[in-house]
């Protein structure tokens, strides 16, 4: 190399261009890279474990209830969660969508159709270094019988501890149950369309698809109801099938908002990126594309531990592993 010319390193730097800019906006990087060489020190809250995968009952039919979610505390300062929310996409990985003019905000934004906020009342809620909080569907013991008829489950879970549920009271009692007053209630900011409608259909995580993300507000909640904060987008569907197109209404997002996200999907159901790739340039999931009794629920996703710290390279395919649920009483 150092025998080119100046005339020649000027070719071969834009020959060395003009190939870089060949691949596809949306072809998969390779799923195992990390998007730093060396784990940093982390600065910030992260989803340690998000179990969304159900369990089987011993009846034969697949749960969905007992879905959970822990947030981990790896720094070395105290965290308050009051005012923070959770995030959970329109659009998911497995179903590629070619956007409208100007809807294709990805690099700096996130679009939220379902967003739940944890109680704000200035710093109550407290996260301190090394602390796990427990966030649960419903704070309620799965492995007992449940008010609403449903029957005790072996294989799943106590949750009546959880530090929050995110059913609000109202979508709880909807289903028949009883509130469990003992643990806080988190509150939906937007639903469908819908702000602040706490009966509105519930952020879910159980069908295995779409980008949850923990977001620390930048504004308050009242004020995402500006037109700044609304994202209104048609889109084509790239990957056939599911209709041919459609449009929605959806929470634009800052990504400078986004504390720590995990995109759920099948490794081999990807088509496309939902969100820029800084904040996740991987994908993975505790199911299949096609779960079936062959094909066990039960797993959880468990952020890796390197022996010092947590792995968190925003890329959720090297980031988490497929294992246990951490809260599955061994017998």
Request: charged share 25%; net charge negative; aromatic share 10%.
């Amino acid at each position: 190399m150092k025998h080119l010319t100046n005339r020649g390193l000027v070719v071969f730097a834009l020959a060395a261009l003009a190939l870089s800019s060949c691949k596809s906006k949306e072809e998969p990087d390779d799923p195992n890279r990390k998007n730093n060489e060396k784990v940093a020190t982390l600065d910030h809250l992260i989803i340690q474990e998000v179990f969304h995968s159900g369990n089987w009952h011993p009846r034969g039919y697949p749960t969905k209830d007992d879905a959970y979610i822990k947030i981990y505390n790896p720094t070395n300062k105290t965290v308050y969660l009051d005012g923070m929310a959770l995030l959970m996409t329109p659009f998911s990985s497995n179903i590629q969508l070619e956007l409208g003019q100007d809807c294709d905000f990805r690099e700096t934004h996130i679009a939220g159709d379902k967003v739940i906020q944890f109680p704000s009342k200035g710093e109550e809620y407290a996260v301190e270094p090394g602390k796990v909080i427990l966030v649960a569907h419903t704070a309620i013991d799965y492995t007992k019988d449940v008010e609403d008829g449903t029957a005790a489950n072996p294989n799943s879970f106590d949750l009546s501890n959880a530090n929050f549920e995110w059913l609000t009271k109202e979508q709880i009692n909807e289903d028949d149950r009883k509130d469990n007053e003992k643990v806080p209630n988190m509150s939906v900011i937007y639903s469908g369309r819908e702000f602040f409608d706490q009966t509105s259909p519930s952020f879910t995580i159980s069908s295995g698809y779409g980008l949850i993300a923990l977001v620390k507000l930048g504004v308050p909640a009242k004020d995402l109801e500006k037109d700044e904060y609304k994202w209104e987008c048609t889109w084509n569907n790239a990957s056939g099938g599911h209709g041919h197109g459609g449009s929605g209404t959806y929470l634009k997002i800052p990504n400078a908002w986004i504390v720590d996200a995990v995109n759920l999907c099948p490794k081999e159901a990807f088509k496309w990126y939902i969100s820029s790739r800084t904040i996740d340039a991987g994908w993975t999931s505790a199911m299949t594309h096609r779960p079936s009794k062959k094909k066990p629920l039960g797993l959880a996703l468990v952020r890796k531990h390197d022996g010092k710290n947590f792995v968190d390279t925003n890329n959720s395919t090297v980031d988490f592993e497929v294992v246990e649920p951490s809260l599955r009483v061994k017998k």
